[in-house]
């Protein structure tokens, strides 16, 4: 029994003494630290806090900035990062679904329509509270109501079509 306890001990010890020590490497193998080489530059922070898509399409921000501002939007989002915190979260965020250009917009997938979906950040999931369309054809802006399985109007600021009508030439 003592002989089995040893043993185990012995193999444990080689295996820990291996997997401490340091690979020596060749006079002709080159090191690039990469935290001292030049050429890199840090990224700063933007100068905005909001989310936007990235896109260089005006159109897609100008349409974030239609669903953002929207009543709608304003009254799921109010102390919602508290009430994730509390769950055990961290925030929430949004994933850009559909657009009419999705490559140039990094949208998922190709949509008639603007396609956004919110959903609050766990450690093991993303569940999705709200879906948003804005159909750029009827110029109107909806909620998908998961109950009913339909599109419901969302009132939101119709000034923002003279800056999407801008945008979107």
């Known amino acids: 029994m003592k002989i089995i306890q040893f043993s185990t001990l012995l193999l444990a010890s080689l295996l820990f003494a291996a997997s ?3 690979q020596t490497k060749t006079k002709d193998e080159s090191v ?5 080489r030049s050429g890199i ?3 700063k922070p933007s100068k905005t806090d909001s989310l ?3 896109s260089k399409n005006t159109c897609s921000q100008v349409v974030f900035k239609i669903m953002t501002t929207s009543a709608s939007y304003k009254e799921l989002t109010n102390g919602l990062t508290e009430r994730i915190v509390k769950n055990g979260g961290t925030s929430f965020g949004f994933f850009y679904e559909g657009s009419p250009q999705p490559k140039i917009d990094s949208a998922m997938n190709y949509s008639k329509t603007y396609d956004y979906s919110v959903h609050e950040s766990y450690p093991d999931h993303s569940p999705v509270i709200a879906r948003y369309s804005f159909d750029p054809v009827k110029r109107q802006l909806f909620e998908y109501d998961a109950a ?3 599109l419901i109007a ?3 600021n119709k000034g923002l079509l003279v800056d999407l009508d801008k945008a979107c030439k």
């Open 32 to 36: 690039q630290d990469t935290l001292t």
């Open 154 to 156: 969302v009132p939101f």
């Open 52 to 54: 936007k898509p990235l």
């Open 148 to 150: 009913s399985d339909s």
């Open 20 to 22: 401490c020590t340091q």
């Open 41 to 43: 530059t840090a990224n």
